[in-house]
Every structure is written in C-alpha cells, then in structure tokens.
C-alpha cells in the first residue's frame, strides 16, 4: 500500500482499477497533511528575492544593491518548520527518495521557462562522496527537467576550521567545467537561498565568462 514519503500514513487515495491491472505503485506521494505544511510564498514578497512578508527590497537584497550587485531571485516556498525539517531529511540524512515531493510544481514552474538554461549549483567532490547525489540534480531530474552542470565546487573548510580573516571575506569556491560554452540566459538553481552569497559568487563568476543574463531560482527561501 502507498504510504507517504515524509510521515508514512497510508495515503487516503483512490486507487483506480487500472493501477491494479498494471501494478501501478506511488511515486511521489506525500499525504494532504504534509503537503499542506508547506506554505507557498505569499503575494507580499521582496521584489528581487521573494523573501516572504517584504513588501519592499528586504535588507539581504539592500545589501547587496549597495554592494553594486543586482539580484534577480525566484522561489516557490516559505523556508519554514515543515521546509527544514524536509530538506534536512533529503539532503543531511541522504534520503534520495524525496527529491519526488516537488517534482510536480517544479515542472509546471519551468514550463513556460524553455529559453533559459539551468544551471544547479554543485557540491564538491567530497560532499558527493559522503551524500551520493547533489539534492538539487535530484530535484531536477525528479522533475524532468534538463539542466547544464557547467559550474563545479572545490572542497573548503568548514567554517570552525577557518581563521577570522578566512571567514569574513567571500572566497569563490566556483569554477568553470574545463572546454564548456556558457550559455547566453542562465537561472541558477539552488535548493535554499539565504543570504544570496552563494548565488552572487556563482553569477559573478558565469558573467564574467560570458553570460548575458543570469537569474536565480530556489525551492524555498
Ligand atoms: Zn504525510
Ligand atoms: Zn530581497
């Protein structure tokens, strides 16, 4: 019987003959009462992040304006309670399974988005090596969307590890795949935006090597 990926409660569906004939299991099933944890982003957002309940450029996008940066950010969901506790369930426990539970909204999302390349912000080598997958392909796939990983991330130091000076300037921990072309419309896709440091590096660096536009898009912010 199908049980939710997130609470394992039978899910109250109603099976159609067909998926009995063929066998047909759930997929990406979540119950009504997890999915409904989830709070979309609201009407009253920053302008340029989305950060929820900013009616005007919250003080992470005036930051970086004053930097001489511009952000351009999209999400779909409220890093809430539900949010964390699923992203540290997906990405920090390694349960692969629930890069489904999106898989639907991302891909009517996208849908209107086909001129854009994606590009996910990678892990490094040794984060691939103790997880096994980077959360934000797996979002991608789970949704079938198709993406171009041309931006690869070296290993840095945790930040216990760091000296003071190490940790308050911004190191670009992002380089170029060797012998690919960066495309001219890029949206960088990451699983959570926080302070948009890590999206800021990863445009810097896509635009300098020859990006026209580069926006960004996360799951929840
Ligand atoms: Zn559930
Ligand atoms: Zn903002």
């Known amino acids: 019987m199908a049980t939710c990926l997130l609470c394992q409660q039978t899910l109250r569906k109603r099976i159609l003959f ?11 099933g979540v ?20 950060k929820e309940g900013e009616a005007k450029l919250c003080s992470d996008c005036l ?13 779909l969901y409220h890093y809430n309670e539900q949010m964390a506790n699923y992203i540290s369930r997906y990405k920090f426990f390694g349960d692969y399974l629930l890069r489904m539970v999106f898989a639907t909204e991302l ?33 991608l796939t789970a949704a079938g969307l198709s993406f171009q990983e041309i931006l690869q991330k070296e290993d840095t130091k945790k930040q216990s590890e760091k000296t003071r000076q190490e940790r308050l300037t911004l190191h670009q921990p992002f380089s170029i795949v060797a012998k690919v ?36 898009f996360s799951l929840a912010r």
Request: charged share 30%; with cysteine.
């Open 63 to 75: 930051y970086w304006y004053k930097k001489g940066a511009t952000v351009s950010h999209e999400s």
């Open 181 to 216: 072309d960066v495309p001219d419309k890029i949206i960088l896709i990451d699983d959570i935006y926080t302070t948009g440091a890590t999206i800021q590096l990863a445009k810097q660096l896509l635009m300098k090597n020859g990006a026209k536009t580069v926006t960004s």
């Open 18 to 28: 067909l998926d009995i004939l063929l066998l047909r299991k759930e997929k990406e």
């Open 107 to 139: 891909k009517e999302y996208f849908k209107d988005k086909e001129a854009d390349v994606l590009v996910p912000i990678p892990i490094s080598e040794k984060r691939m090596g103790e997880r096994g997958f980077n959360q934000v392909t797996g979002l």
């Open 31 to 50: 119950c009504a009462d997890c999915k409904e944890k989830f709070l979309l982003i609201s009407e009253t957002h920053c302008p340029a992040c989305f």
